[in-house]
């Protein structure tokens, strides 16, 4: 199912791709110190509708080119777009810069909708260009370490997983903590156990804004049993970044904010065996060794940036490719119907 | 509709009730325990079917009449049993008990069903007798600090709670891990919010089992909106017992197992305001001082305990009688419901 | 120089030695819990000049005989004496106990000078007793765990380690903090290097009572420049007991109180290496794993009460012998003169 | 004693001082990010000897001139000069740099010894100059606080405090741990009590270099008993930065890495009552509430470099003044000494 974005881009490969960003907000600035220090790549125009924004990029960008629209930005000489705007605009957006022959990184959620992804998605194989979503915990080391772990089946059989990620602030006023905050859970749990969910139940609860949810429980439901819950808020007393990951032969935890080892490998388990004097089942518990190993020190957001600008240097797709924005665009799409009818939603086997 | 238990026992009361305890074996010594040490009456008997434990029990306390049945024990000259043993056994011991004329402390859950647990209110108002289970989490502390501010206004209007009570092992043969775990946080939930849930939701997977669930996720629908959510797990590599609750005003965490403090009231929130010049929503959080508030040492079994005592003696209803324990299982079969067909299931406002 | 104690007892051999306890306050219970626990010895006779506690005591231990004074319980029929009385009374009752030819465990400190201490051991020599003092952490898994990485090299060359054990409460009026509690650390780090220190610095403080210190810093200088830094205070906001080892290859982190793995094991470090072009010395850290072993939960007490009744029942010496004790005390004795000089004092190489 | 550096500068003060730093390695890249952010000077050169570091400064800051030598940029046109070069260098740099008539910031230690720095405030004196030292930790809002709390008597009387100041890295060639991390504490220490210790203690080792302790243990005599213990180390498995202070009434941990509030103030203490019946001394705990203050996020060296522009554009001196330097250095002095001679040293009550 995670099928390779088919063959992208024959236009002569641009070596030194000229990338622009449209939108210096919250996250747009941490996009634009990463793409300034990537030596493979020219970072050459910012674009933000709001002055002051604007102004203060020109500050820390004084050789960038400025643009009070992205409009404008777009039909500059650019080779790539980044685009850091509210998740409403993504499409528009980014379709605009896949017509206007740009390669295209959006944060997540690529779209609002899977038709919207899809169409996107249409629109970078006509053009031949790469479409990417910042999916960043797919290019976290912890993240990658536990996928390993998974691989080579040092957790046994996955029973299932939790992840909580929650705080304090960061309230949207367009879209709901589901849309803003779960499509980072939900990309680390399809890049984990790569396949789709086959079911999706959610409960939320809206208590700032009568109309969107401020906090939402999610469960997602694997094939096999394996299940994984997610719980996103912006209405916490602590931030927590916090994944527990449940198997037959041991189990993670995984603290993206641990200031000693973000992850821990417990050699724990139950195993169930039959009593032979009375046939029923016991269970026995191990417990062992707790290892934290260490991890590269890299920024997950540095090796995203990277990936794009290889990506279109090398005609190849990233790994957060558009179908792996779909795909998390299907589970928050069932899970908003879940959401809103209380009941367990199936999703069809075709992404 | 948290009424109290109607009048019980017209007897001559008892002053010094004489106490017996069926079932020896995880949690009864914890009883036992503290029976012996409460002076308002006399710990004097002790039945369990395994000799094993009985003779573990008679070397503890020497004085103590042992019996290897329930049986035998009911037939005892007592005033009070205490029930301690697997929960599919509660009902029908709890039965012949208060049929026998004794008051009733019955172990979490109550019963296994709504009709059994009302068979068993039928039965001790029938008898006057007391009728209790053991909610211990309601004489906890922390828990009535919680309560008192949630009373006093303190947290502002209360949002939601979440709850998580996660370990690894006592797996149980009988029953999942909704009946075995979430009575704690389903009774913590009732006794702070004074009201049923009108909805339940309910997720989980059975993995060492293949009928069982190791784990379940939990969601508590109340009037205006309030959510409680629970997870809860025999097959986790940590132990944790933790509930956030999410006011408008104020925000609470309690860890049931923090060395330094288990209560932190946090003096955050986000204040919704509309913003004059544009009309739209904004939202400003503020975030102040944390106190972790000192709280009393007292055991909450104890506190338990006593109360079961003093309601004996007082010919009043324990805190946790009889209506609280229906309470706490119609919830739990809701979830049982929930949990087997995957849609939320509504509570009629009749308990 | 940690020299066995020489041959013991040549009398027969109780095969299940009768013993008695005098003390019955704060550490006492702890000693009687464990001795009534093991089978392989009698736990017959408590002695407190107290009422109070020793009806306390009669209460818990039905069978056992009381006594109103140490020397009443000395006259009975025993074989063992266990001593758990204000410090400054352990010479005193010791003696008396080997003179009336029991065998001996003493709380710690032995004795309040090392002639005392020496005087005990010529006593039980004499009498071929068993002398033991109760530095029950020498029977703690996790120091013994960490003795053998230290045995085993895992360390590489141990280079310093400090100590803290600090807390509110369990304020003496005899005796000062260092004499209190720093017995604890002291047998530790001694039993962990194997050799005595050659000098002693120490500074401590005095705010409670004008005569004993509240708060002791302590230094105790190795062979090749090992340092051992021990921190112990009855003021201090929190409970800490928490040792560190740096070792040139391997560090290590014993947390007593840490719920989830008292022992850390850092793969950390420091190489010193040579700039081949400036010929400078140049520092490279190695950061790798952290392993937190799974250590058995055995109770440290009961280990330490064993070994007492198994060398009774052996005719050896126990691990905590009164040498062991002599060594301690004698570190105390200079740790005070350090006290009260504020110069570091120089050890004797013989004991 | 802590007397204010007399009277500054009577040419005219520069409104907008131009700035030069000398050094661009470790912490120079922080001293240039915060002068470049401040409104009310012109950041404007930077010299270090090494060229790639003075091509990675010219990277960041575009506009600023770049020097190779220092002399070079203390001969260029600037109001200030700051020095953030190895301790060893820093008494010449500044010397040169107010013989040129500049203004000086440097970081800490202000010099080696006593000498050089009496030396300094002489200079700055004779040319009307500010001489500051980095002291960042007295700009720390949570030092602040708790000096706030103190003078409010908040804590009662004082009675000791301790800090632990220990990482693995920044191992120095050129000084000893005593000399490159315990500065920041002692700083904090006269700071917060405001006068000088008596006498000084001090314990170190040396593993990696035959020359330069590695780990020290410094106790500093106060006036009325106070005591103030720090512990500093390059060699640590751990990166601590905490300090606990206990008074007569109160008691306060600050953990300067600490994620949800660094400053905790315990209401605990030990209250010494006389019994009545028996005249002996008695102790009585109490233990309440802890609270966590809300404590403003302010960059403590953002302060810290605003107090030195300010200083120089009011012509009066900053907080961390020569005078300041110089008593640490002081200190610094008596612990070196203490170190080398393993006695406790007095300092002579002129500064």
Redesign the interface.
Known sequence: MMNAQSSVTRDPLPTRPRVGLVGFGYWGPNLARNFQAIPDCEFVAIADADPMRLAKAGELY??VQLYPTAEALMAADLDAVVIATPARTHYALALAALEAGKHVLVEKPLAMSSAEAQALIAAAAARQRVLMVGHVFEYNPAVRYIKDLLTAGVLGEL??L?SRRVN??R?Q?DINALWSIAPHDISVCLYLLEQMPV?V?A???????GTLE??V?L?L?FPN???A?I?V???????VRHM?L?G?RK???YDD?A???KV?I???G?I?TTDPQYG??Q?R?H????????LPLTEPLRVECEDFITAIREGRPPLADGHDGLRVVAVLEAAQRALEC???VSMSPAE
């Open positions: 004084r050789h029973y299932y939790y304090l602030g309230v006023n079911a139940s409960q939320g609860a809206r208590y700032l804004n401020d906090v429980f469960t439901h049993g394996v299940l819950h719980h808020s912006w209405l916490d007393p602590s931030k527990t449940v037959s189990m993670v935890s904010l200031d000693e080892g821990k417990y050699d724990k139950v169930r029923e089942y269970y518990l417990s062992g060794d707790i290892t934290i190993p260490k209380g009941e367990t």
